[in-house]
């Protein structure tokens, strides 16, 4: 079955420093997706970043970026120059026919 | 209105009370879920329906009845709810059920079992 894993349940990082959010997985499947959702205190889930698994150039929008290892599953996140709002809990998910998501990552932005 | 709404954002509720959670969506999806978030623990899917019709039913229990009537409205109907029923619970939608389109989620109906 597949799995995701974020071991970091919690990180902090300097304001307009860079941060990466670790994520792993576990398929067995070839073609799939991955994403980045951002659930702020207003609680509203929202995508920053999707990855398609044939796709070895990685995912880029604006100031947050993946690292994709599609051999050593993982898919990490990157956030450049951290900003305030960028404060939320940050969830790892995949899709294939399923969705599974990741327990997720509390992100602190400290001024 | 756009995106996706829930209501209530809150709801209080007696273990004997019925009660139903609306979720509408205004993006022209046809691809509707439901989502138990609780705390520490990872967003668990609990029923997906594609084009009106239940299409995956995550071994959720009985007393949680999910209503599709049409492509933009979702329910999920509550009743005999237990203690650890209290969760956030999310409704999101997106364009296909498969593949690489996004969901959309609402805000959430933050529910508490008295």
């Known amino acids: 079955a597949q799995t995701v894993t974020q071991s970091q349940p919690e990180m902090s990082v300097q304001e307009a420093e860079t941060v990466t959010l670790s994520c792993t997985y576990d398929?067995?499947?070839?073609?799939?997706?991955l994403f980045w959702y951002k659930q702020p205190p207003s609680r509203q889930m929202i995508l920053v970043i999707r990855q398609e698994a044939y796709k070895q150039q990685n995912a880029t929008e604006n100031r947050f970026s993946v690292n994709f290892q599609k051999a050593a599953k993982s898919f990490s996140l990157k956030i450049s120059d951290s900003q305030l709002g960028d404060a939320a809990m940050y969830f790892c998910?995949?899709?294939?026919?399923?969705?599974?998501f990741g327990k997720g990552t509390r992100l602190h932005i400290l001024p | 209105e756009t995106g996706v709404t829930q209501t209530p954002r809150h709801l209080v509720m007696g273990m004997t009370n019925k009660k139903s959670l609306k979720c509408e969506q205004h993006?022209?999806?046809?691809?509707m879920y439901w989502y138990k978030q609780s705390a520490k623990k990872p967003l668990e899917l609990m029923f997906v329906y594609s084009l009106e019709e239940r299409v995956e039913n995550n071994s959720v229990p009985s007393r949680f009845s999910p209503e599709c009537p049409n492509s933009s409205h979702l329910f999920l109907h509550l009743h005999t709810l237990q203690p650890e029923d209290s969760a956030l619970y999310l409704c999101?939608?997106?364009?296909?059920?498969?593949?690489?389109?996004?969901?959309?989620f609402g805000d959430g109906t933050r529910l508490s079992i008295l």
């Open positions: 998910a995949y899709r294939d026919d399923k969705i599974i």
């Open positions: 993006l022209g999806h046809n691809a």
């Open positions: 999101a939608s997106s364009q296909g059920r498969w593949g690489g389109q996004p969901q959309h």
């Open positions: 398929t067995s499947e070839s073609d799939y997706y």
